[in-house]
């Protein structure tokens, strides 16, 4: 079972940063257990975590939820999601996942991020690691996206 001392930091960091970066404040849905660590969105941003924590954290949402978060964060209208788009959503992935760094270091817990990748497409298999994750859905003005927390203690 994944520990909550791994996932609150995650859902912190991405209220204050959404809020910040969007400019509106999420809203949280039920979590949900999810046993291997899958796509569900057509637009993933995967960030490893290492050290004395270790997994990854899925930013998952639609292309067109990824079109209005870029535009919001981009301040112009973004058609096609293309590599300007794709930029700006990696950094909200990575800007989340830097934050709930300091958290977890707050903590104890001494990990560090890899930079994001954009993964598109569902049902892709990110890990070989056998970590449960916990998915936390989240509602914004732009519309719907989920975290995965995949972690574990380092062994």
Same mark, same amino acid.
């Given at each position: 079972?994944?520990?909550? =001392?791994?996932?609150? %930091?995650?859902? #912190?960091?991405?209220?204050?940063? !959404?809020?910040?970066?969007?400019?509106?404040?999420?809203?949280?849905?039920?979590?949900?257990?999810?046993?291997?660590?899958?796509?569900?969105?057509?637009?993933?941003?995967?960030?490893?975590?290492?050290?004395?924590?270790?997994?990854?954290?899925?930013?998952? !949402?639609?292309?067109?939820?990824? +079109?209005?978060?870029?535009?919001? !964060? /981009?301040?112009?209208?973004?058609?096609?999601? +293309?590599?300007?788009?794709?930029?700006? &959503?990696? =950094?909200?992935?990575? !800007?989340?996942?830097?934050?709930?760094?300091?958290? /977890?270091? #707050?903590?104890?817990?001494?990990?560090?991020?890899? %930079?994001?990748?954009?993964?598109?497409?569902?049902?892709?298999?990110?890990?070989? /690691?056998? &970590?449960?994750? &916990?998915?936390? %859905?989240?509602?914004? #003005?732009?519309? #719907?996206?989920?975290?995965?927390?995949?972690?574990?203690?380092?062994?």
């Amino acid at each position: 079972m994944m520990k909550v =001392e791994y996932i609150n %930091p995650f859902v #912190e960091a991405s209220f204050s940063v !959404m809020e910040m970066v969007l400019g509106n404040r999420p809203v949280k849905g039920n979590l949900a257990m999810q046993p291997a660590t899958f796509t569900s969105q057509q637009c993933n941003v995967v960030c490893g975590v290492t050290g004395q924590v270790q997994g990854q954290v899925i930013y998952g !949402m639609s292309l067109q939820v990824a +079109d209005k978060i870029a535009t919001t !964060m /981009l301040g112009q209208p973004i058609k096609v999601f +293309d590599q300007l788009a794709a930029s700006a &959503i990696a =950094e909200l992935g990575n !800007m989340i996942s830097g934050n709930a760094m300091s958290k /977890l270091s #707050e903590a104890g817990f001494i990990c560090d991020i890899t %930079p994001p990748t954009i993964i598109r497409g569902t049902n892709v298999k990110i890990s070989t /690691l056998s &970590i449960p994750a &916990i998915v936390i %859905p989240i509602t914004l #003005e732009q519309g #719907e996206l989920s975290i995965t927390v995949g972690l574990q203690g380092r062994k």
